[in-house]
């Protein structure tokens, strides 16, 4: 199936005798049912040829139709033997001939440290690998042609494969997948930047800087190959860019992903049953961010309380952080909740379907915000983010209610937030006067911290109201108890959304306004000793530098929670840990030993002679924005 995004499919099978691909009319129906057969499938059938090349104007006697059967993941322990075959063409008098990309490019960027192969095996938690010893980097010319300057892709593999077959000295079947690089001079009508086989084995990219050197369009391909589609974000196609599977430059897939390709287990899978209506108790979770490990990083939701007509969707709660295969995560969505929803009719959890579940992330929350998702009638609470020896997690609340989300569910309090900022510990500052330095309004912890690190006056540490925007540059940090009692800090009702008057530090005695209220003088504080951050990513690296990080925080406005914290919390600046697992989860661990009936493997297998591999090819955005 190949989607032009025009709202138009196209489907092929591939010839199991020399691997030739055909296109087809529509998509094949089962004989006996006449139901629509799915990618991946093996079937026999008559190709009438039309008058384009390589395509049936009709197809007939549609027969041995064998489906993907269910797997426990869609990529579980698998081992890629890669061939990327970089073409270029020769010309003649009558044709020009053209470039190809820069093959040992190519192969820097699959084997490089944090390459291709390396992100593949860490987001995957070690159950995927590309094997190096059995993968394969070759420049190919071709002769000129029509239908390669024209872009059609299917006919340029087609005529590649026996040229490159003989150049492997007949061992190109010898690989678990191929990738097309297309020549300079067909990019040109290229509508996508790569195009693959869904459940299939073959895949196709430009020689762009968004094709074949985007890291992310590369394993977005190949994971096409294994049955994943686009990430979605507020109902639009390839914009979650917290994945590769949407625009992310290469981190790792999102939490929904992670446990449809069968890498992750879920935390807690929660029903009507495991979640009362309108309960005293609240379900309360830590859930670890996706870069700490395979084991409980998800919650899952079914939300079968809902009318039949009205359940159409999953949800899923996970937690991103800049670390491990995240290491370029856009600071968009680092330390943050993230919130997907799931088309119930294809989402079937682990292994899946072979439909689009079109997981859509439609929230991104803070630590110290709440949701209420009226058309679940949920509650979502992301309470506080923990940053310890354990790693980054999140203490997140849900509640069901049956009709006011606000009597009914009795949200534990938020306690006091301290903004993590890389290179940044967090501790009180319990004289926030006497060493104040410059104050600053309309900036994040992100502009703070940079405002602090490019001081003339000394900088050591700053103070920061997330709520009001506010930060004070701090010429050191005083730790030791000021004289006097302290204040109390204000009675909050259990239903509040934010503990606004323990998250403020308070304002410099210059710039006070005289009716302000008084804020305790022991709120959380930003301070220094400034320490190393732990990510040995380089600004290099980085797929945002810091400074991008500073402007795009300016032009968005102040957010809470936005950066990242090399040490954790004090005690006393953050509230006890909730505990880890509220509900256990429903779903049991993987077994690292069981080999999926993935579509790759079905690819493989041997066939009658008779029967043709039935393929589907989903393309990517044709707009390089959403690559």
Same mark, same amino acid.
């Given at each position: ?86 073409? =270029? ?18 192969? &820097? ?154 890498? #992750? *287990? ?51 709660? @996970? ?107 967090? &501790? ?45 540059? =701090? ?46 003088? *022991?709120?959380?504080?930003? #301070? ?35 950066? *990242? ?16 697992? %509220?509900? %256990? ?11 999926? %009936?993935? @579509? ?28």
């Amino acid at each position: 199936m190949a989607d032009n995004h025009m709202f138009q499919v196209k489907w092929f099978v591939i010839r199991r005798t020399d691997a030739m691909a055909f296109r087809l009319p529509s998509q094949p129906l089962a004989p006996v049912t006449l139901k629509p057969i799915p990618a991946g499938s093996s079937i026999s059938l008559i190709c009438t040829p039309s008058l384009q090349p390589y395509t049936c104007g009709k197809i007939s006697n549609i027969t041995g139709v064998f489906s993907p059967a269910a797997a426990p993941g869609l990529a579980v322990n698998v081992s890629v033997s890669l061939l990327v075959v970089v073409l =270029k063409m020769s010309g003649n008098d009558d044709c020009p001939g053209s470039d190809g990309a820069d093959p040992a490019r190519v192969s &820097q960027m699959l084997w490089e440290p944090r390459g291709i192969a390396s992100q593949l095996s860490t987001c995957s938690y070690g159950s995927m690998t590309l094997n190096a010893n059995k993968s394969k980097v070759i420049e190919l010319a071709l002769p000129c042609s029509f239908e390669v300057l024209a872009c059609d892709y299917m006919a340029t593999a087609n005529i590649a494969r026996p040229l490159a077959d003989a150049a492997l000295n007949g061992l190109l079947n010898s690989f678990t997948h191929t990738m097309w690089v297309m020549p300079y001079e067909s990019t040109s009508n290229c509508a996508f930047l790569g195009i693959s086989a869904i459940r299939g084995r073959v895949s196709w990219l430009t020689p762009a800087e968004l094709g074949v050197f985007k890291a992310g369009t590369v394993m977005q391909e190949l994971m096409h190959n294994y049955g994943l589609f686009h990430g979605w974000r507020e109902e639009t196609e390839y914009t979650d860019g917290s994945t590769f599977m949407g625009m992310a430059q290469s981190a790792c897939p999102s939490g929904p992903e992670l446990l449809l390709l069968g890498w #992750a *287990t879920p935390l807690a899978v929660l029903n009507g049953r495991l979640l009362p209506e309108a309960s005293l108790s609240v379900f309360n979770a830590t859930i670890p961010a996706t870069y700490l490990g395979q084991s409980g990083v998800v919650v899952r939701i079914l939300p079968d309380w809902l009318p039949g007509d009205v359940y159409t969707k999953n949800l899923y709660l @996970s937690v991103r952080s800049r670390a491990g295969g995240d290491w370029q995560l856009d600071a968009e969505y680092d330390n943050r909740l993230s919130v997907h929803t799931a088309l119930r009719v294809a989402d079937a959890g682990i292994g899946g379907t072979a439909g689009d579940p079109q997981f859509d992330l439609e929230y991104l929350m803070d630590q110290g915000t709440l949701q209420v998702l009226d058309q679940y009638r949920l509650v979502i609470q992301a309470r506080e983010l923990l940053d310890d020896s354990r790693g980054r997690r999140m203490v997140v609340d849900v509640c069901r209610f049956r009709s006011n989300a606000t009597t009914e569910c009795r949200m534990p309090p938020i306690p006091t937030i301290c903004p993590p900022v890389d290179g940044y510990t967090v &501790q009180k500052d319990l004289d926030c006067r006497d060493n104040d330095l410059e104050a600053f309004a309309n900036v994040d912890a992100y502009i703070a911290s940079s405002l602090c690190d490019t001081s003339p006056s000394g900088c050591l540490g700053f103070s920061f109201s997330a709520r009001l925007g506010f930060a004070v540059l =701090k010429a050191s940090p005083v730790a030791a108890e000021a004289p006097g009692p302290e204040p109390a800090p204000p009675a909050f009702p259990a239903t509040a959304v934010t503990n606004a008057a323990a998250t403020e530090a308070p304002l410099p005695k210059a710039t006070q306004p005289s009716s302000a209220p008084s804020i305790p003088h *022991t709120a959380c504080s930003s #301070a220094a000793p400034k320490a190393p951050p732990t990510d040995t990513t380089t600004p290099a690296q980085s797929s945002t530098s810091q400074a991008a990080a500073f402007a795009s925080a300016a032009s968005s406005g102040p957010r809470a929670a936005l950066a *990242t914290s090399t040490q954790p919390a004090s005690p006393a600046a953050s509230a006890p840990e909730a505990p880890s697992e %509220a509900v %256990a989860p429903t779903t049991p661990p993987l077994s690292q030993a069981a080999q999926p %009936a993935s @579509s790759t493997a079905l690819a493989q297998a041997a066939e009658p002679a008779s029967s043709t591999a039935f393929a589907q090819a989903a393309e990517p955005a044709s707009s390089t924005a959403f690559a």
